[in-house]
């Protein structure tokens, strides 16, 4: 059973920098793809940014481009989200996410984390 727990959320000023974590248990996560969403109230869940677990091939949202970095250790079966420059829409609960195959784009995730909150005030 895969299991994907979450860690590193918080609040902090805009401008500042959070990195969320993600480890991963359950499987070998090597022909996965994993990846970052979010979820602010009243608006629809989106992907933030997603890696490739076997060659680290990365891909980001516009939104984020630039200013987040998506990255995995593979010993340690854990994700990172590094986070900075932080703005206060980028307020969100993000939750980790993984899904067998090579693809960064798509969009159906099987295996979720119970997500974080991340909150960047003004």
């Known amino acids: 059973q895969v299991q994907l727990v979450e860690s590193g959320g918080g609040l902090v000023q805009a401008g500042g920098s959070l990195r969320l974590s993600c480890a991963a248990s359950?499987?070998?996560?090597?022909?996965?793809?994993m990846g970052w969403f979010r979820q602010a109230p009243g608006k629809e869940r989106e992907l933030v940014a997603a890696?490739?677990?076997?060659?680290?091939?990365?891909m980001y949202a516009d939104s984020v481009t630039g200013r987040f970095t998506i990255s995995r250790d593979n010993a340690k079966n854990t994700m990172y989200l590094q986070m900075n420059s932080l703005k206060p829409e980028d307020t969100a609960v993000y939750y980790c996410?993984?899904?067998?195959?090579?693809?960064?784009?798509?969009?159906?995730?099987?295996?979720w984390g119970q997500g974080t909150q991340v909150t960047v005030s003004s």
């Open positions: 996410a993984a899904r067998a195959g090579s693809s960064l784009v798509a969009s159906l995730y099987r295996y």
């Open positions: 359950g499987r070998t996560f090597s022909s996965y793809t």
């Open positions: 890696i490739r677990w076997s060659d680290g091939s990365t």
